[in-house]
């Protein structure tokens, strides 16, 4: 059974991948399927050179490579997809795994929260309240001649 993969997948709206740059690898896979795993291949395992792809650009190379660090062997990334008897319904899962890892190693980080000053009111309010709890406390506590 060969299906036909798109030529071009979208990881973001920046980034398309094209299907020319991911090496597919079939071989048998464990678990469910019967008699059919010992003969069907339908364990997929799909790489993506990320170091040595010409499609992304130094600054998306730069993030995947950081944050995708310790998954990557060689500069490849590779998602192994075995949970489905049908070799189809596992190259579609390991695609849509790799774009959800492609998609979340190259976006851009958050902006840096700029550190603000309580206000006045609430300075006031967290005082009083401790204020409050000291008293609380200071009333239970005996006296020297409350025994």
Same mark, same amino acid.
């Given at each position: 059974? $060969?299906?036909?993969?798109?030529? /071009?997948? &979208?990881?973001?709206? %920046?980034?398309?991948?094209? +299907?020319?740059?991911?090496?597919?690898?079939?071989?048998?896979? !464990?678990?469910?399927? %019967?008699?059919? #795993?010992?003969? *069907?291949?339908?364990?997929?395992? @799909? !790489?993506?050179?990320? *170091?040595?792809?010409?499609? &992304?650009?130094? #600054?998306?190379? /730069?993030? +995947?490579?950081?944050?995708? *660090?310790?998954? &990557?062997?060689?500069?490849? &990334?590779?998602?192994? =997809? !075995?949970?489905?008897?049908?070799?189809?319904?596992?190259? /579609? =899962? =390991? @695609?849509?795994?790799?774009?959800?890892?492609?998609?979340? +190693?190259?976006?851009?980080?958050?902006? =840096?929260?700029? +550190?603000?000053?309580?206000?006045?009111?609430?300075?006031?309010?967290? @005082?009083? !309240?401790?204020?409050?709890?000291?008293?609380?406390?200071? $009333?239970?506590?005996? %006296?020297? %001649?409350?025994?």
């Amino acid at each position: 059974m $060969n299906v036909m993969l798109p030529r /071009e997948i &979208l990881i973001s709206p %920046g980034f398309v991948l094209p +299907a020319t740059e991911l090496q597919w690898r079939y071989s048998r896979s !464990s678990g469910p399927g %019967g008699q059919g #795993v010992n003969t *069907a291949d339908s364990r997929v395992e @799909l !790489s993506f050179d990320l *170091a040595g792809s010409p499609t &992304l650009s130094e #600054v998306l190379r /730069e993030r +995947a490579t950081t944050r995708l *660090a310790g998954r &990557l062997h060689g500069g490849v &990334l590779t998602i192994v =997809a !075995s949970e489905h008897r049908s070799q189809l319904r596992n190259r /579609e =899962a =390991a @695609l849509e795994r790799l774009v959800d890892t492609l998609r979340t +190693a190259t976006t851009r980080p958050p902006r =840096a929260r700029r +550190a603000t000053k309580p206000s006045r009111g609430s300075v006031e309010r967290r @005082l009083q !309240s401790k204020k409050r709890r000291s008293t609380t406390k200071r $009333n239970r506590r005996s %006296g020297p %001649g409350d025994e």
